[in-house]
């Protein structure tokens, strides 16, 4: 089962350059979620869509935006990228709209250094 | 504020030690969630169990289970009998009314390595 896939696996990105991380998922689920995970520092939570056509603000969403045109992709863009968003960013899916007993999946990962 | 505290940043075992990962969450809500996951070296997230805050029941589930008590805001989690295939960083996490989304909020993870 594929679950959630992200793309690309690992990217190098010049400063200033913009990028998209995509992210599917194939479970219908209507919650999906960008995470960052920094040394030391655990996961944080970037942005979050609650269902498709809705997006909101996590605890690190500056330089960032997302849009969720349907249920099962969740793009993140970097529109123009600097260092401090080198990070390992995760996508994560839940069943039902961002309901607190859900659990969240997670995809493999998106390796990402900004030069 | 941290809202959920791993205290342990790394721990180091030999095979077939019994090893207990800490995890103290903080919380005003009276229904909440808490997570365990395992990050092995290869990086995907795992999950591994999920509680809900009207359950106190300890759960096993063969090697590892997990103590939970209100009482101390805690979620502890023991491996027994430790094998070199639970190196890994493991995640506490935590989801409330207050988090975005109900997102989680997760510790900043414990490191356990197992040597032969």
């Known amino acids: 089962t594929a679950g959630i896939t992200q793309a690309p696996t690992s990217q190098i990105l010049a400063a200033g350059r913009s990028m998209t991380l995509r992210c599917t998922q194939d479970?219908?689920?209507?919650?999906m979620y960008w995470y960052r995970q920094d040394l030391g520092l655990g996961l944080r939570l970037i942005h979050y869509?609650?269902?498709?056509?809705?997006?909101g603000k996590g605890e690190v969403p500056d330089g960032y935006s997302v849009s969720r045109a349907n249920t099962d992709d969740f793009p993140l863009t970097l529109a123009s990228a600097v260092p401090s968003q080198t990070s390992v960013y995760f996508c994560?899916?839940?069943?039902?709209?961002?309901?607190?007993?859900?659990?969240?999946?997670f995809g493999p990962g998106t390796r990402l250094t900004v030069l | 504020a941290q809202k959920v505290t791993q205290a342990q940043t790394e721990i180091s075992v030999v095979e077939k030690e019994d090893v207990t990962l800490d995890c103290v969450y903080e919380t005003r809500d009276t229904t909440y969630y808490l997570f365990w996951y395992k990050q092995p070296p290869s990086g995907e997230l795992v999950f591994l169990i999920r509680?809900?805050?009207?359950?106190?029941q300890n759960e096993i589930s063969g090697r590892y289970s997990w103590n939970f008590q209100k009482s101390t805001s805690s979620f502890n989690f023991t491996i027994t009998a430790s094998q070199v295939v639970d190196s890994a960083v493991y995640f506490c996490?935590?989801?409330?009314?207050?988090?975005?989304?109900?997102?989680?909020?997760f510790g900043k993870g414990t490191s356990l390595l197992v040597t032969p």
């Open positions: 869509s609650n269902t498709a056509g809705t997006t």
């Open positions: 509680r809900n805050s009207f359950d106190e």
């Open positions: 994560a899916s839940s069943e039902k709209r961002g309901a607190l007993t859900d659990t969240q999946y």
């Open positions: 479970m219908r689920h209507n919650a």
């Open positions: 996490a935590l989801s409330d009314s207050s988090n975005s989304g109900y997102a989680l909020n």
